[in-house]
């Protein structure tokens, strides 16, 4: 089975800051990377498809990037309303995991 | 625009079934575009999926959960539905239901609002 990590796994910068979470996967997963927000009590949002896609409606703030086994996702200037924690999924071979979240907060 | 509801009993008792159901509204089951699956998240923890079901029937499972998980569709109804067997504390958590898309990386891009089920005697 295909293993996610991020890092951080937590963090906390200032509005307008420039914040960059990664997950890496324990083998090559090509592009088939996805990022979520979740904000407490809330299911998730899809944010980014296919590691770089901007999903419909999403702020161009948010951007993903990578492949194989290493990922990036960046929030360009850091807004009130984008504390949340962070999830990275993969899918490969019929299955999907889901990394273990970044928690992002304001400093 | 399409929407998900879980419902079902929010307490189960150990060993027993936890059954759960979800509806689809706003545009059909059955269109063939995706795939329908099933995530849990105990409570201050990640997510974690538990499968997902075409509207054939074609299934795929969490290993981990494979032997107790069981992923069924009801076109008539619109609805998609998750039964786990043997259930302990363990399986304490929120529940969700989502559409997954067939792109690449297979993105949920629909959620319901989640159910939380409760494993206790």
């Known amino acids: 089975d295909i293993q996610m990590t991020q890092s951080p796994s937590s963090l906390s910068a200032s509005v307008g800051d420039r914040v960059t979470i990664t997950c890496q996967a324990s083998?090559?997963?090509?592009?088939?990377l996805n990022w979520y927000q979740q904000k407490p009590g809330k299911a998730p949002k899809l944010l980014i498809y296919?590691?770089?896609n901007l999903e419909t409606g999403v702020p161009s703030r948010f951007s993903g990037s990578g492949s194989g086994t290493d990922f990036t996702f960046t929030i360009s200037s850091l807004q009130p309303e984008d504390i949340a924690t962070y999830y990275c999924?993969?899918?490969?071979?019929?299955?999907?995991?889901f990394g273990p979240g970044t928690k992002v907060d304001i400093k | 625009q399409v929407q998900l509801q879980e419902s079902g009993p929010g307490l189960v008792k150990p060993s027993q079934t936890l059954s759960l159901t979800c509806t689809v509204s706003?545009?059909?089951?059955?269109?063939?575009?995706?795939?329908w699956s099933w995530i849990r998240q105990p409570a201050g923890k990640g997510l974690e999926w538990i499968g997902r079901?075409?509207?054939?029937?074609?299934?795929n499972y969490n290993p981990s959960l494979k032997s107790r998980v069981t992923i069924s569709v009801d076109t008539s109804k619109n609805q998609f539905s998750l039964k786990l067997s043997s259930v302990t504390a363990a399986d304490t958590a929120v529940y969700y239901c989502?559409?997954?898309?067939?792109?690449?990386?297979?993105?949920?891009?629909?959620w319901g609002q989640g159910t939380t089920v409760t494993v206790s005697s």
């Open positions: 989502a559409r997954v898309g067939f792109g690449a990386a297979r993105s949920m891009d629909v």
């Open positions: 706003g545009g059909s089951i059955s269109s063939g575009s995706y795939y």
């Open positions: 079901i075409y509207t054939s029937g074609s299934t």
């Open positions: 083998q090559d997963i090509s592009n088939y």
């Open positions: 296919d590691a770089s």
């Open positions: 999924q993969q899918y490969d071979n019929l299955l999907v995991t």
